[in-house]
């Protein structure tokens, strides 16, 4: 019988009675409630159950075989007279016990612990896959509440210029021509911002299955903003390397190879000959109608196998093979845990790069010009094309930027889900 711990079992119901109590979402929480409630993971969790099952199995001795026989029953001369134990029957009562030789039992135990473990890292990456999954889909969610942010403030700005410009229209101020280019560039911004809540709707049920929360605690505001841009030397090399042999999926394929390992060293230990002891008592009383009786007798037994057809050779191939495939998905997993490395610090590297020279430079830049030329736009000393083409430019900088920060925060859960161990001494951007 398994037994259920009530305060594990409550775990989830806590984190969403939590959620419930509170106005905003935390990446660490939906983390949390994610870990519980994701069926790939609770999957993982059954097969090491059935693994560790499988390791008792694998521990056990053959169980010794009991044998009851009655033979010699002559229906011409009969049983004879007298109790049952009397009778004139041969019964015996024979035990066998298959005594293995070669480490069989050890080997087969130390494979299957080494499945058990194999399993257990399959437990720990599919937890890894899965903070990562649900960081990739919290930014994403975050990116579509900015974008739509900043869609509907310059929707919003289309909307007030609209309505003075036709006042201005009205006055003789400004051309009908203008007037309808601003309400073409206000129904283009409209339908961008309509895009963009419907992005935003998208997203936050990306998050809501992911994480297994309701459709309405997935509408809470988040409350982690973005990771500030981090000053730190990424690790390489040595260091690099290590991590990566520490990774879920490296240890185990390991794990997989040690037991590959013991099931060709089983496979070679079927040459060795198990035998068979086996112990008899056996009771065959005289009568008158039968004087051939030995009355108590005992024997034993020992049975040996002759390999004169064949001696396992199929199962020493196989094995052999099983452990070339461990071998080379081990060093499959090293060389795509190193390029998934390597492929986060260059992300990082770059999309960092690419956001600081933003944040500094260009977006500060493109916002002096926007408020330049507004103001100049509102005291008439900039035409409406000129204008329109500084807010197209202004709002293609601020989603650029948005952009940049939602690949930057990506690139760096990639990184610390690679790289767990590494550690970033965060500045200010």
Not at 23 to 39: F, G, M, S, W, Y
Not at 53 to 63: F, G, K, Q
Not at 189 to 200: G, H, K, L, M, P
Request: glycine content about 4%; some cysteine; hydrophobic content about 45%.
């Amino acid at each position: 019988m398994k037994f259920i711990y009530w305060p594990a079992a409550l775990l989830p119901l806590c984190l969403a009675a939590s959620l419930h109590a509170q106005e905003n979402l935390t990446l660490v929480q939906l983390q949390r409630i994610a870990l519980e409630r994701n069926h790939d993971v609770r999957l993982a969790a059954l097969a090491l159950d059935n693994a560790a099952a499988t390791v008792i199995s694998a521990a056990a001795a053959p169980n010794p075989m009991l044998t009851l026989q009655t033979m010699n029953i002559n229906p011409g001369l009969g049983v004879g007279a007298g109790s049952l134990r009397s009778k004139t029957v041969d019964s015996s009562v024979r035990i066998d016990q298959l005594l293995e030789r070669g480490g069989k039992r050890g080997l087969r135990r130390d494979g299957a612990l080494h499945q058990e473990e194999g399993t257990r890292e399959d437990v720990r990456e599919a937890r890894r896959q899965l903070r990562l999954a649900v960081s990739q889909a919290y930014y994403d969610a975050l990116a579509a509440d900015e974008r739509l942010a900043i869609l509907n403030d310059t929707a919003q700005l289309y909307q007030r210029t609209v309505e003075v410009a036709q006042k201005k229209r009205q006055a003789g101020d400004l051309s009908p021509a203008d007037v309808a280019r601003l309400q073409v560039e206000a129904l283009r911004a409209s339908n961008d911002t309509a895009q963009a809540r419907s992005d935003v709707a998208r997203a936050r049920l990306a998050l809501a299955l992911l994480t297994g929360i309701d459709n309405r605690l997935a509408q809470l505001p988040l409350a982690d903003g973005w990771p500030a841009v981090a000053a730190t030397t990424l690790a390489q090399g040595d260091p690099a390397e290590a991590a990566i042999a520490r990774r879920p999926d490296v240890m185990a394929a390991q794990a997989r190879v040690a037991a590959a390992l013991s099931a060709h060293k089983l496979a070679l230990a079927s040459r060795t000959r198990d035998v068979s002891i086996g112990v008899q008592a056996e009771h065959y009383p005289t009568s008158a109608s039968n004087p051939q009786g030995s009355g108590n007798s005992f024997g034993i037994s020992l049975q040996v196998p002759l390999f004169l057809h064949y001696q396992y050779d199929g199962e020493i191939r196989s094995a052999q093979v099983a452990l070339d495939l461990a071998q080379e998905n081990l060093e499959q997993a090293r060389i795509l845990a190193r390029a998934e490395l390597s492929r986060s610090v260059l992300d990082i590297r770059s999309n960092g790069e690419r956001l600081q020279r933003i944040d500094d430079s260009l977006l500060p830049a493109a916002q002096k010009s926007a408020q330049a030329a507004e103001f100049a736009y509102q005291h008439g000393a900039l035409p409406i094309a000129d204008v329109l083409d500084v807010r197209r430019s202004y709002r293609a900088v601020q989603l650029d930027a948005l952009a940049a920060r939602s690949d930057y925060a990506k690139a760096l859960a990639a990184w610390q889900a690679s790289f767990p161990t590494a550690s970033l001494e965060s500045t200010t951007p």
